[in-house]
């Protein structure tokens, strides 16, 4: 191929890739406005190595649930959490506690109303009733379970909506901080925080009138 040939092609090829249409601009993102919806987004996540498995890898910690409680933690003695309390309880030593005897083993109890329960009420928007209260359940380690315990009553009916709000905000902590659930039992709706080495506990749920 002669090197007039050659030049005719080049000339050829660059007037064909002028003449291409220009592509289009990429739109900006719209501005933000203080009307628009907020979007959600996942925690990361953690793979293994083949893919098959994940976590959040976010690590919590025991200290994210005393910023949670208003600095309750398993494991605390039943005195030291009374002194936490905006409201003590009187007699919170071992032998004046009641038994829990729908657990196994030892467990011993006190409650305290849930409107005189300082920051573990969660600022709470929807009705508890005027019964419903907060119990702390101990064994010889300390501290095993928070059971929030929301009964209906005439000016709060459903505390269907407060239960819910509470479980939200502990639901959130990871497994090996506390293990959350949320269940009812009569007109109760019951939600339990339970330190997540405890054991059998961890399944065992409480029911109205059972003690």
């Not at 071992?94 to 030892?106: F, H, I, K, T, V």
């Not at 009553?153 to 959350?180: H, M, W």
Request: proline content about 10%; aromatic content about 10%; overall charge positive.
């Amino acid at each position: 191929m002669g090197p007039r040939r050659i030049a005719m092609l080049l000339m050829l090829a660059a007037t064909q890739a002028w003449a291409q249409p220009a592509p289009p601009p990429v739109p900006a993102p719209p501005a933000a406005t203080g009307s628009g919806k907020r979007i959600l987004l996942p925690p990361p996540l953690r793979w293994d190595n083949v893919m098959l498995s994940y976590r959040p890898a976010l690590q919590q910690t025991a200290t994210d649930f005393a910023t949670l409680t208003g600095g309750l933690a398993f494991g605390m003695a039943p005195a030291a959490l009374n002194a936490l309390l905006p409201e003590p309880y009187p007699k919170p030593s071992w032998s004046d506690l009641a038994l829990a005897n729908e657990y196994p083993g030892e467990v011993r109890f006190f409650g305290v109303p849930i409107g005189s329960a300082g920051a573990l009420r969660m600022n709470l928007t929807a009705c508890t009733g005027a019964r419903g209260y907060v119990v702390f359940l101990f064994n010889a380690n300390g501290l095993l379970r928070l059971s929030y315990r929301l009964i209906g009553d005439k000016t709060c009916p459903d505390t269907n909506e407060a239960a819910q709000e509470i479980f939200a905000r502990y639901v959130a902590l990871g497994q090996g901080v506390a293990t959350s659930v949320r269940y009812r039992t009569g007109n109760t709706q019951v939600v339990d925080i339970t330190d997540p080495t405890a054991g059998y506990l961890t399944s065992v749920h409480w029911n109205q009138g059972g003690n």
